[in-house]
Every structure is written in structure tokens, then in C-alpha cells.
């Protein structure tokens, strides 16, 4: 059995230390801009069934169908588990159409999926147009950080890289603050809208001096790289830097066995990834995410419910900066304590609040805990299991398996998403919200312990370094690995 998707299909480009550092450029912030806003439309449409499926069972709308449990834990899970497959379809289709032209790809279904709802007259073509819409995810969350990779010079990958995971942050504020004034029709529609603009920018921006490079079409990664490094620029040591690198390539590539991931040396970083990829999704985070309103109007919050949601919006998009600024500074394995022991506590205080509301005890006086709990909830893992197990995958992996091992643990990170938010609604019927909130505290805890028994600090330390102590063995840099994190997400 053969891994075709390829996550890591790129490397470090280094350019001579002698060589003049470029100053970033209009065309790379535009560039990044332009994919970023890719994020933005997963991010929003991540919190749409928060907002939505209230809306269609309000009888302020008309709406010709009405959504119970079991088809709002669907609207709420089907996405990720088309996103699933969605992140295998987008491994050939960045070798053989390119990475921007994928990305770019991604918008037309984006809008259809918005249009497709927004005239649903019955349910399963709302969980068509959902399934349309994680496909598009899945696809655009393996391009969109190897298109990045690929652009952005060392020097500001660290500025332009916060831009994905703060859009897609933006994106989940601007669902919960348009659901105070739009109906689930209308927010559709928003949603379909919002690619337009993405599509738009995105034909502007070239492909990958990388891809045109593999491709044999030199002429062209020129042009290209003269175009995001500006036209004064000199791009001969870099330009030399990118045909040796894919020269490099095409001599040590070799397919890698699905079975490879579990051999010798290998197993370790790739468990390691894994499980904190386990742990960021069975935190709760898509629970609380698509299920933020229910969960306020459930337990009789003082303050309104969409006020609530667009203050964890808030929250959220400012823990991106905060994050930011701590992960090289702080080190991986202390905001990773710190996240899990946040959590811990705040789904426990949530759970217990649950508990005495259960008994009909008059919590009116402490209405405000689930707000300031979520608050608490939404810094802990924006601090550490939000960006850190994907920075932390890019760092871990060995290169020879690195291609395989990104592409099963994206799809499993998308599996967990799935299973999580399809169950949650389940779960609550088995044991209690307040027995769900419990469950996601104690797995948080489990992490911590995890953090504490099994993932290296890999602060400061080169990949060499890291791979060394992991494995024995060495291995090239990779732009993967310099990347900051993903959103999201949930």
C-alpha cells in the first residue's frame, strides 16, 4: 500500500550566506493575503452551525424543515468528514495542477456550497452543500501551507505566517457577529459570498517558483520569484538555490511504504504527532466552537447568547497574537502545560455548573461562569494545542517519512474533528452536558501527562538537533517546519 498524497512536497531553499537578505515585499504580502483568505471561509464556515441551526428552528423564520439532534450533530460533522477526503484529493492535485491553482480551485465550490444552502428547502440539501464545503476545506488546508512555504522568504515567514490562523479566527468572529442581524439563509449567503473576493485576488498571485522549477518550466520560476522578491531584487543565488534543491530532490526521492511509519525509528515522532493531535481534538475545542450558542442557552447565561459567542470570537482571534509571540520565546512544552491545565480547569468549572443546574439549584448569581469558563477555555488552547501539534509535526517528522506520515495524521486530525462533533450531541444524552464536560477535562488532563512523559522541547533546537535526538538519525531543513501553525480549529 502506497501513500500517494504527499504533504511535504517541498524544501528549505537556502540561499547563501553572503547573499543580500531581501526586505519583504508588496507582492508577498499579497500573496499571502490572497491564500490566507482561504482560512478566513474555513473559519467561518467552521462556526456556522452554531449560528445556523438555532436560526432554523426559530419561529421568527420560515423555514420549511426543522433540525433535531441528530441532524444538527450531521450539519455540524459532515464537513470534517468530507474534509477528510477532501486532504487526500489535494496531495496529487498540488504535483499535477499546482498549488495555486489548486487553492484557487477551492473557491468555486466554496460559493456553490453557500448558494446550495442558502435555497435549501429541505435537509439533505443542506448537508449537501456542508459536504461540498469540507471537501474545499480539506483540499485548501494541505495547499495552503505549502504554497506559503514556498513563497515567503525566512525573514518574514514569521509575520506573514500569523496571517492564515488570524483570518480564520476573523472568519469564526464575523459568523457570530453576523448571526446577531441574519438569518441561516442569509448567513449562507454571506458565506457564499465571501469567496469571491478570494477568487479574485487569488488569479492575480503566480505559482510557485518551486513547482515551475519541478515542472521544467525555468523561464517561468523566475519570473515568478522575481515577482515576490521585487524587481530590483537580485534572484541569482536563489533562483541557483531552488534548481539545486530540486536536483537534490529528484536523486533521494523514493515512495514511501504506508508500513514505514510504524518501523524502527520512525514510530516514535510519528505517535508523538499523533497524539497531540488526539489530544487537540478530544479537548472539546469543535464541540464548543459548533455548539458555542447551544451551550450558552442551555445553561441560562445572564448574558445573551450571541454577545457570548462573539466575545469567544473575540478572545480567540487575540489569543492568535498572543500565541505568536510565546512559541519561540516560551517553548513548546510550557504552553503546551499551560493549555492543558487551562482547559482542565475550565471544563471541570463547567461541568460542575451543569451539575447543580441539573438539580434545579438557582444559579442566577453566577450566570456569568460559562462565559468567563469558554473565555479561560478558548486562551488555553489558542496558547498550545490549537497551533503547537501542527508546528510540531513539521518539526518532528524524518524527512523520509515526512510526505506519508503528514498526509495519515492531517486525515486523522480531520477523523477525530469528525467523530468529536458527530458524538457530542450523543454524549450528552448518555452521560450529561455536564458528564461531557467532565470527559473533555479529564482527556485534558491525560495530555498534560502525555506533554510531560513523551513530546521533546524543541525549542532552539535545529531540525538536525531534533531528528537526532529522536531518531539517531540527520535530515535537511524543511520550509514545512518554519511554517507557523494552521488555524483552527478547529
Known amino acids: 500500500m502506497k501513500i500517494l498524497l504527499r504533504a511535504d512536497t517541498h524544501v528549505n531553499i537556502q540561499v547563501p550566506i553572503n547573499a543580500p537578505k531581501a526586505k519583504c515585499t508588496v507582492s508577498q504580502v499579497m500573496a499571502a493575503l490572497s491564500v490566507s483568505l482561504a482560512s478566513m471561509i474555513i473559519g467561518y464556515s467552521s462556526s456556522f452551525p452554531s449560528v445556523a441551526v438555532q436560526s432554523m428552528n426559530s419561529t421568527e423564520t420560515n423555514t420549511p424543515f426543522k433540525v433535531d439532534d441528530e441532524i444538527e450533530s450531521w450539519i455540524g460533522s459532515i464537513m470534517p468528514l468530507s474534509a477528510l477526503f477532501g486532504g487526500?484529493?489535494?496531495?496529487?492535485s498540488i504535483e499535477y495542477l499546482g498549488r495555486r491553482t489548486t487553492i484557487l480551485m477551492t473557491a468555486i465550490p466554496f460559493i456553490a456550497s453557500g448558494f446550495l444552502i442558502g435555497l435549501a428547502n429541505n435537509i439533505p440539501q443542506v448537508l449537501v452543500g456542508r459536504a461540498v464545503c469540507g471537501f474545499s476545506i480539506g483540499v485548501a488546508s494541505l495547499a495552503l501551507p505549502v504554497y506559503l512555504g514556498e513563497t515567503i522568504q525566512p525573514e518574514v515567514r514569521g509575520t506573514l505566517g500569523i496571517l492564515p490562523t488570524a483570518l480564520g479566527n476573523m472568519g469564526i468572529l464575523l459568523c457570530f457577529t453576523a448571526g446577531m442581524f441574519l438569518d441561516w439563509s442569509s448567513l449562507s449567503f454571506l458565506g457564499g459570498v465571501l469567496p469571491i473576493p478570494f477568487l479574485i485576488l487569488t488569479f492575480i498571485i503566480p505559482e510557485t517558483p518551486r513547482w515551475y522549477v519541478s515542472k521544467g518550466k525555468t523561464k517561468k520560476a523566475r519570473e515568478?520569484?522575481?515577482?515576490?522578491r521585487g524587481k530590483n531584487t537580485d534572484i541569482s543565488d536563489e533562483m541557483a538555490a531552488v534548481e539545486r534543491a530540486h536536483i537534490d530532490s529528484e536523486k533521494n526521492e523514493t515512495e514511501s511504504s504506508f508500513f514505514e511509519l510504524f518501523r524502527g525509528t520512525n514510530l516514535k515522532p510519528f505517535l508523538i504527532s499523533l497524539g497531540l493531535m488526539l489530544f487537540q481534538q478530544f479537548s472539546g475545542i469543535n464541540a464548543v466552537v459548533f455548539y458555542a450558542i447551544k451551550i450558552f442557552k442551555d445553561a441560562g447565561s445572564t448574558i445573551d447568547n450571541n454577545i457570548c459567542a462573539i466575545i469567544l470570537g473575540v478572545v480567540n482571534f487575540l489569543s492568535t497574537f498572543v500565541a505568536t509571540i510565546l512559541i519561540d520565546r516560551a517553548g513548546r512544552k510550557l504552553l503546551l502545560y499551560v493549555s492543558s491545565i487551562l482547559m482542565t480547569i475550565t471544563l471541570i468549572a463547567l461541568g460542575t455548573f451543569f451539575y447543580f443546574k441539573n438539580f434545579n439549584y438557582d444559579?442566577?448569581?453566577?450566570?456569568?461562569?460559562?462565559?468567563?469558563s469558554m473565555i479561560i477555555y478558548m486562551i488555553g488552547f489558542s496558547l498550545g494545542f490549537g497551533p503547537i501539534p501542527w508546528l510540531m509535526m513539521g518539526e518532528i517528522l524524518p524527512a523520509k517519512i515526512r510526505g506519508s506520515a503528514a498526509?495519515?495524521?492531517?486525515?486523522?486530525?480531520?477523523?477525530?474533528?469528525?467523530?468529536?462533533?458527530?458524538?457530542?450531541p450523543d454524549v450528552i444524552n448518555l452521560i450529561g452536558i455536564n458528564g461531557a464536560f467532565w470527559l473533555f477535562g479529564i482527556v485534558c488532563f491525560i495530555a498534560l501527562i502525555f506533554v510531560k512523559t513523551c513530546v521533546p522541547e524543541t525549542q532552539g533546537r535545529s531540525l538536525e538537533e531534533i531528528e537526532s535526538g529522536l531518531t539517531g538519525k540527520t535530515r535537511r531543513m524543511s520550509a514545512v517546519a518554519n511554517m507557523k501553525p494552521m488555524p483552527t480549529a478547529c
Do not use: D, E, H
Open 363 to 372: 444559579l442566577t448569581p453566577y450566570g456569568w461562569i460559562p462565559l468567563v
Open 224 to 228: 515568478a520569484l522575481q515577482w515576490f
Open 407 to 424: 498526509s495519515v495524521i492531517t486525515s486523522f486530525n480531520w477523523f477525530c474533528t469528525f467523530g468529536v462533533t458527530k458524538t457530542f
Open 88 to 92: 487526500f484529493a489535494g496531495g496529487p
